[in-house]
């Protein structure tokens, strides 16, 4: 019998033994919530930050009209307001064409939600929640308090920036270049991309108009953004795509307003050399077994998800990420994935057996189970041994 197989009906039959262990299901139990959330932006909580977006807000308001401008702004120390941060405490992900949620989207989405506790999550995404499938959202929505926090907020997928079609090619990413500055400049907040992983809370930065990762010698990088809505960067950012280089990955994301913008006026922005580690650290995260003091050096973490396919030494033994080969994955990125997974075993009495958990994943919701490779499968008959 091939070892998962054992283990497999090993739980099961731990299952069957002590179904007190049962209760495991009613707490992961999926809450249906009812509210359409397309539709309905739940409401703010009232100790939060007076935060409304630009479209929404009242222009006779004393603090809205008190940010409109940043002229003088000092990027070295920041600025109050009555002692609350500026930037407001959202965060923001953009997922074009993205109906699954991965295991990676999942550990960050989690340990953006752990560590910065933001007031809501914006998903901007043009997919409708009834086509968001996948494990990791079951996951997402088993949990209340998270669940609660998140926003699904329609946009469309841009075509085309200052009469300029987008390159076909790159549609999905240049499209959520430009989305990521736009939605900044409408509500302000933390805007990361899909693969940041959040190593400490971010509020140091909410004092700023805007901060950003911009390395020595290199582009700025924008998958970490942390700005008030009114942050002059961002208008003139997104000028620059009046030049718009449909056949360069990076040019207007990164380049231009670097070369254009920011080494003409580097006051701008705060500067954020290295602790949003936007550079490169594939060796780190994909082929170490130690980093010292990552969690004091880093506030985020870019996992460069995307290129390891040709940059991760060790990508064909572990060609993709889920919560059953992280558990014994040596690398540095186990270690950060394994931090921030919600602790899922049951509070399990002395006696009972290993926990169902550590063995296999069940899908509560199909009643199928996971197996290393992600395929899922109907528990074979305990009957059959
Ligand atoms: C995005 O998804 C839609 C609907 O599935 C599809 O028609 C479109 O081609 C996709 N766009 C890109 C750029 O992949
Ligand atoms: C779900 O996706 C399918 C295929 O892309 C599309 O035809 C359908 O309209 C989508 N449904 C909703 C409710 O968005
Ligand atoms: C603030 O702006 C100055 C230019 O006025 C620049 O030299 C400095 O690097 C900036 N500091 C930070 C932290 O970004």
């Known amino acids: ?52 977006p630009n479209s929404e807000s009242s222009s006779s308001s004393a603090t809205t009209e008190a940010l409109m401008d940043f002229g003088g702004f000092d990027n070295e120390t920041g ?28 550990v960050c989405l989690r340990s953006a939600y752990i560590q910065q506790k933001p007031e809501r999550i914006y998903l901007h995404t043009n997919v409708d929640e009834s086509n968001f499938t996948g494990l990791y959202w079951k996951r997402i929505r088993s949990e209340p308090d998270l669940y609660g926090r998140i926003v699904l907020q329609p946009i469309e997928l841009p075509s085309e920036i200052f009469n300029q079609p987008l390159s076909d090619g790159w549609r999905l990413f240049h499209g959520s270049d430009i989305a990521r500055i736009r939605t900044m400049m409408k509500y302000g907040g933390i805007y990361l991309d899909n693969d940041v992983y959040v190593v400490q809370n971010l509020d140091k930065y909410r004092k700023y108009e805007i901060a ?59 500067r954020v050399k290295w602790r949003f580690g936007v550079h490169m ?20 973490i870019h996992l460069l998800i995307n290129h390891r396919s040709y940059l991760d030494p060790h990508f064909k033994e572990y060609s993709d990420f889920n919560e059953r080969n992280i558990r014994h994955y040596p690398y540095m990125f186990g270690e950060l994935a394994r931090l921030v997974m919600p602790d899922r075993s049951p509070a399990t009495s002395t006696t009972s057996p290993s926990s169902i958990s550590d063995s296999v994943l069940l899908d509560w919701e199909t009643n199928l189970m996971i197996l290393d490779d992600g395929e899922q499968v109907r528990p074979p008959d305990p009957s059959e041994d």
């Open 1 to 52: 019998m091939p070892s998962h197989k054992r283990l497999v009906t090993l739980s099961l039959v731990s299952l069957l033994l002590f179904p007190s262990l049962c209760f495991y299901w009613t707490i992961y139990d999926i809450t249906s919530g009812g509210i359409n959330r397309w539709n309905g932006t739940p409401p703010i909580p009232a100790n939060s930050f007076d935060y409304q």
């Open 79 to 106: 600025r109050s307001l009555d002692g609350r941060f500026i930037v407001p405490n959202l965060i923001h992900y953009i997922r074009f064409n993205k109906t699954t949620f991965t295991f990676v989207d999942y």
């Open 212 to 270: 950003m990762g911009w390395d020595e010698g290199q582009f700025l990088g924008s998958q970490v953004i942390v700005a008030h809505r009114n942050a002059r960067f961002l208008p003139l950012w997104l000028d620059t795509y009046r030049q718009y280089h449909a056949d360069l990955w990076y040019y207007n994301a990164g380049e231009r307003p670097t070369t254009e913008i920011l080494h003409k006026q580097p006051e701008l922005i705060h």
């Open 281 to 300: 650290l594939m060796q780190e995260l994909y082929d170490s077994m130690d980093w010292p003091d990552w969690q004091q050096n880093q506030d985020t």
